[in-house]
């Protein structure tokens, strides 16, 4: 079984910094997924990626597959950032998660 | 936006009382998950179905709970009966592999359940 690891477990900030969200996984994987859960709310997909980088706007996400770890990256942080960042790992067989990472960006 | 729609949102029950949420996949999306969030163990599997076939449901207790999928547009999950560690949050997911194509998961807002 896949074991993924999420760093730091808590992150507060101030506005605008620069965040970066870390993972590791113990298996190799066919895609790695981060996903964005608001409080008391769904679980959105932010990227799914097997190699390289996205970007989406703010969010930029890397992998490197030898080293088994991914990073998730906000520029500019704003207040409405603020919530649990998951990492998880799997495909069509479904996934496993970290802990998730509760970020709190202050203004 | 497609989207996965779970029904009820949320669930308050007696302990003993039998628990179905209901799930409406994305039109077109052969796979569809159960997860499970607790405080304690975050989110877990519990089964999937794909093309409405059963694949694994080796992450849910079998003596009280079942999954199905009578048709591509529900599939369902009950507790029976329940028990107050069942509460938690209860997530379906719809998905088209082989992810190799770029589609990814879609969550639904997931079912709260509380057993008193």
């Known amino acids: 079984k896949n074991e993924v690891e999420q760093s730091p477990q808590n992150l507060t900030a101030q506005e605008g910094e620069f965040i970066t969200i870390n993972c590791s996984y113990s298996?190799?994987?066919?895609?790695l997924h981060w996903l964005q859960q608001h409080p008391g709310g769904g679980i959105v997909s932010l990227f799914m990626l097997s190699s390289g980088k996205k970007k989406h706007g703010r969010l930029i996400a890397t992998i490197n597959i030898q080293e088994k770890h991914s990073s998730l990256h906000i520029t500019a942080s704003h207040p409405r950032d603020s919530a649990v960042y998951i990492c998880?790992?799997?495909?069509?067989?479904?996934?496993?998660f970290g802990k998730g990472t509760h970020l709190i960006i202050q203004p | 936006d497609a989207r996965v729609t779970q029904t009820p949102r949320h669930k308050v029950t007696e302990m003993g009382q039998e628990v179905t949420m209901r799930c409406q996949p994305i039109l077109g999306h052969n796979t569809v998950f159960w997860y499970r969030q607790t405080m304690m163990q975050g989110l877990e599997l519990l089964a999937y179905?794909?093309?409405?076939?059963?694949?694994?449901d080796s992450g849910m207790p079998k003596d009280r709970f079942s999954a199905e999928m009578p048709d591509a547009t529900l599939a369902t999950l009950k507790i029976q009966p329940s028990e107050p560690r069942d509460s938690a949050v209860y997530f379906c997911?719809?998905?088209?592999?082989?992810?190799?194509?770029?589609?990814?998961?879609?969550f639904g807002s997931g079912t709260r359940l509380t057993v008193v």
């Open positions: 997911a719809s998905a088209l592999p082989p992810f190799a194509r770029g589609y990814g998961y879609t």
């Open positions: 179905f794909r093309n409405r076939a059963p694949l694994d």
């Open positions: 998880a790992v799997g495909g069509a067989d479904g996934l496993t």
């Open positions: 298996v190799g994987i066919s895609a």
